[in-house]
């Protein structure tokens, strides 16, 4: 049976089944909070049980790395839905140790497009329209740098409001133990 046969019919099983009554809430975080976090397999569940995150609870962002390339991207805009249409009040930049983002080699990933098949060509038609593969595929030198930077571009955004806060935590993708890198409750100004 392939992944996606397999997929439908343990989803007519689920809907059936009326399994879902479990997880009925709204589109709005009930912790308003919004949360950048890495797409590592590690945290899929491990993460909003160490948190005591419920379905509905909170808005959570995931990509590779918990990395914010770009101020204007689709995950600094995600993060600005989440605040001004989804009523979140804080920001958490969650990174977790051994991510796989670190000293990611932008050389040997380059390597493995070839082995795929990509054509020199294709990488140098890119190169030329200003997609520099080393910036393209830059990681961080530690998990504690990549959450500071993501904080840094998030708490300096021109559109994220001073009254909100944006912490940095870094996970350990084993235990789940959370550890503080940077609160940001003090950065809110007195009103
Ligand atoms: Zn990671």
Known sequence: MSLVSELMAYNKQFVDQKEYEAY????????????LTCMDTRLVE??????????????????????????????????????????????????????????????????KFKQQGISDQVLS????SGIRM?????????????VLHSVSIIRNHPLVPAAVPVHGFLIHPDTGSLELVVEDYQATPAV
């Open 24 to 35: 009925l809430t709204d589109k709005y975080p009930d912790k308003k909070i919004a949360i």
């Open 134 to 146: 080393e910036r393209f595929l830059q990681g961080f030198e530690s998990p504690r740098e990549g």
């Open 46 to 111: 491990l993460l909003p049980k160490a948190l005591n995150l419920r379905n509905g609870d909170a808005k959570i962002i995931k990509n590779a790395g918990a990395i914010l390339t770009q101020p204007f991207g689709s995950a600094m805009r995600s993060i600005l839905v989440a605040i001004y249409e989804m009523g979140a009040r804080e920001v958490l930049v969650i990174g977790h140790y051994g991510c796989g983002m670190t000293k990611l080699d932008a050389k040997a990933m380059v390597a």
């Open 125 to 128: 038609t890119l190169e030329h």
